[in-house]
Nanobody
Framework: QVQLVESGGGSVQAGGSLRLSCALS????????IGWFRQAPGKEREGVAA????????NYADSVRGRFTISQNNAKPTVFLQMNNLSPEDSAVYYC????????????????????WGQGTQVTVSS
């Protein structure tokens, strides 16, 4: 079992930044991909970034590439999502998830790759 707890959400003006954290605990060795997803009201959940903890490879959705950065702190198992140049379209509940690596071009960005999910943290960007 893997437990994930997100934090760091909040309200920010357009152009601002936020850093989300995902604290991991439990048996994490089998869940070597950590992903960040978001879901806005009335929309499907969207994968935005993923990290393969084995050697730090990352993958991003086109909508956030160049603005968001996923990273990890191995000493205190935590995965971060640094979000810069935010726009109102980035407003959503953000979730982190954990699962095993699957070798596919869009690895880490689809829900069916993940077994464990956090409870989510709200991000609101005002114009």
């Amino acid at each position: 079992q893997v437990q994930l707890v997100e934090s760091g959400g909040g309200s920010v003006q357009a152009g601002g930044s936020l850093r989300l954290s995902c604290a991991l605990s439990g048996t994490t060795y089998s869940a070597n991909v950590i992903g960040w997803f978001r879901q806005a009201p009335g929309k499907e959940r969207e994968g935005v970034a993923a990290l393969y903890t084995g050697h730090g490879s990352t993958n991003y959705a086109d909508s956030v590439r160049g603005r968001f950065t996923i990273s990890q702190n191995n000493a205190k198992p935590t995965v971060f999502l640094q979000m810069n140049n935010l726009s109102p379209e980035d407003s959503a509940v953000y979730y982190c998830a954990a699962g095993p690596l699957q070798l596919r071009p869009d690895w880490g960005l689809t829900e069916d790759e993940y077994q464990y999910w956090g409870q989510g943290t709200q991000v609101t960007v005002s114009s």
